[in-house]
């Protein structure tokens, strides 16, 4: 059975209310869920004999600025067995702006999630130590979010006194 | 290094030190203190800070500190196009800036579907395994350096300049290269830049093995970094290490095999890789990667076919500058391209490659326009500090120093 098959299959009959979605791109397969799901999935999909999607490579954000749901945070893993990467995807509204860390099932996801608190100010829920990654800690915008401008808000980084 | 006091240190900094231990004191010996090392410490290799916990001389804790060259490279993406940032990516890994402008062009050719000229493809794999030579020889250098042996630092820069000069023929530039264009590379590699190559490559093994005879028959070397900063092969993967790091590990996962791009698959090579998983093993594997890409380069010599090396795709690939000087089409699109971007139909992808470090990729979201809506650098550097804290624990300060060496974190690429 092909791959993708097999992880449509596993992840339906795992979560069959979850409502995934499967979707392909230039040969990028992606599933779409619900971030209430996230840390189960991810668990299933590292665990499982079959998938060993071991390594998570990357977790960042997008910002659409004007959608109902602002944010979609997106994961890429690998699974090194099966020579295969996988993208989730999942909607963070801006109202309601967290979501639960994948901390607990990788631990390279500790730093990945910083950087996208840092950078698009969501909160993931349960991280072990949730701080700013680059900016300084007392920053109190989020640089890569659209209405945050490019040449920076003035005064918000303290300069030494004269 | 100074010492600081606890009203020096952000309160939850030190609430991350405190926490960032498994040993457990009741009574906390008098001499336990927080040091700060970097972020212009030499050893750190650029502007590292790292702040750690010691009882006496022994490491009980570490928390690095990133963001001191934070440059907004990926804002600075969502508001330029495509083209304008191929100089960008040149100084994100500044050791070798040719893997990142073959990675972000490899990217945008993705997203916006246009086939390269094999030629091209053959001069990108040729320029990426010589910036991975420079990269490892500027890695094992410094390395090296850290830990006391000075002289093979000058022995591995002087092969690194030879490159170097070879890049000097290829793009007219030394360290910012930006050679690459997308659809192709910007000028074809000269007879004379690839002889130089061919001459490069025949000279460099045994240059390699007399640096090596400094260092693996130097017992300071040996001993200094012997059963120093061991990591399990589980738990580089767990904490997302990539590259050296990883096959020093014993895990052999290397993109160009597992998710072959340009013409890999048809090249023949080994992947190096060591089970201690100790600063050691991480040398090792620097020094036979750098075989296995003299190994590379050879036959992308050989198998380089002739043709161009630039796509004929007038909508989304620049013109040559002497045509658009000489014909009208090509200035009409020259003046599209530049003033309104290449437009990649609405979608997003991710491409890696296998970087020097690791695993170097470009998350790009595409909304039609003519700059990316986002682009997320992976940089392997980034997530390989990540293991450091593990790392060091339970070592003395000065094994600090030889453990960042051998992770070999470049901060223009972690810190973006």
């Known amino acids: 059975m092909e791959l993708k098959e097999l992880i449509q299959q596993k992840l339906n009959s795992a979560f069959p209310e979850a409502n995934l979605e499967y979707s392909e791109y230039k040969n990028e397969f992606c599933v779409k869920l619900d971030k209430k799901f996230i840390v189960p999935v991810c668990k299933l999909l590292k665990e499982d004999e079959d998938l060993q999607f071991l390594l998570s490579e990357d977790i960042t954000a997008v910002d659409w600025a004007t959608r109902k749901n602002r944010f979609t945070v997106v994961y890429h893993i690998f699974s090194l067995k099966n020579k295969f990467r ?6 963070v ?3 309601d702006c967290n979501i639960d860390s994948v901390s607990s099932v990788w631990r390279a996801a500790n730093w990945q999630e910083r950087e996208c608190y840092d950078m698009y100010g969501i909160i993931f829920n349960n991280h072990p130590d949730l701080r700013r990654m680059y900016m300084p800690e007392d920053f109190e915008y989020h640089p890569l979010r659209k209405d945050f401008p490019l040449l920076g808000i003035p005064g918000s980084l303290p300069l030494p006194k004269k | 290094m100074e010492k600081l006091t606890k009203d020096d240190v952000h309160p939850k900094i030190v609430q991350a030190l405190l926490r960032d231990t498994d040993i457990t004191i ?4 008098e001499n336990e203190m927080i040091l700060n090392m970097g972020p212009q410490h030499p050893a750190t290799h650029g502007v590292l800070r790292v702040l750690l916990r010691l009882d006496g001389e022994t490491v009980i804790g570490c928390v690095p500190e990133l963001g001191y060259l934070h440059r907004g490279y990926e804002k600075m993406a969502e508001n330029m196009s495509y083209y304008e940032y191929i100089p960008h990516t040149d100084r994100l890994d500044y050791i070798s800036p040719m893997a990142n402008n073959v990675a972000w062009v490899l990217a945008v050719e993705k997203l916006a579907g246009i086939e390269v000229p094999p030629r091209a493809q053959y001069i990108r794999m040729m320029v990426a395994e010589l910036a991975r030579i420079t990269s490892h020889l500027v890695a094992v250098g410094a390395f090296a350096m850290d830990v006391g042996a000075l002289t093979v630092f000058l022995w591995t820069l002087r092969e690194r300049e030879k490159v170097l000069d070879i890049w000097d023929i290829l793009c007219g530039a030394r360290f910012t290269n930006s050679y690459t264009r997308i659809g192709g590379v910007a000028n074809d590699a000269q007879p004379e830049a690839l002889a130089k190559v061919k001459w490069f490559i025949d000279q460099f093994d045994d240059n390699l093995t007399e640096c090596e005879k400094l260092l693996n028959s130097n017992r300071i070397f040996i001993e200094r970094l012997e059963g120093i900063g061991v990591m399990s092969g589980e738990l580089a993967l767990d904490l997302g290490v990539t590259g050296p790091s990883l096959r020093a590990s014993g895990i052999e ?19 190096p890789t060591y089970t201690e998983g100790d600063s050691l093993a991480r040398y090792f594997v620097r020094v036979d990667e750098m075989r296995e890409s003299v190994k590379i380069v050879r036959q992308i010599l050989e198998k380089m076919p002739q043709g161009e090396v630039l796509a004929n795709n007038p909508k989304k690939v620049l013109p040559h500058k002497t045509e658009i000087y000489t014909k ?3 200035l009409i699109h020259d ?8 437009n990649p139909p609405v979608g997003e992808i991710y491409h890696a490659i296998e970087g020097s470090k690791g695993e170097l990729g470009f998350y790009l979201v595409s909304k039609g326009e003519g700059h990316p809506w986002k682009c997320k650098i992976r940089s392997p550097s980034f997530n390989n500090l990540q293991a450091l804290p593990h790392l060091v624990k339970g070592h003395m300060i000065s094994d600090v120093v030889a ?12 810190d973006k």
């Open chain 2, 26 to 29: 009741e009574d906390a010996l």
């Open chain 2, 403 to 414: 453990i960042i060496g051998s992770i070999d974190p470049i901060m223009g690429e972690a």
């Open chain 2, 328 to 330: 009208m089409e090509e």
């Open chain 1, 86 to 91: 996988l993208k989730l995807k999942t909607d």
């Open chain 1, 93 to 95: 509204d801006e109202k």
């Open chain 2, 253 to 271: 996962f290397d993109l160009r095999r597992a998710t072959p791009y340009l013409k890999y698959d048809e090249i023949d090579f080994n992947i």
């Open chain 2, 335 to 342: 003046f599209m391209i530049v003033n309104f971007g290449i």
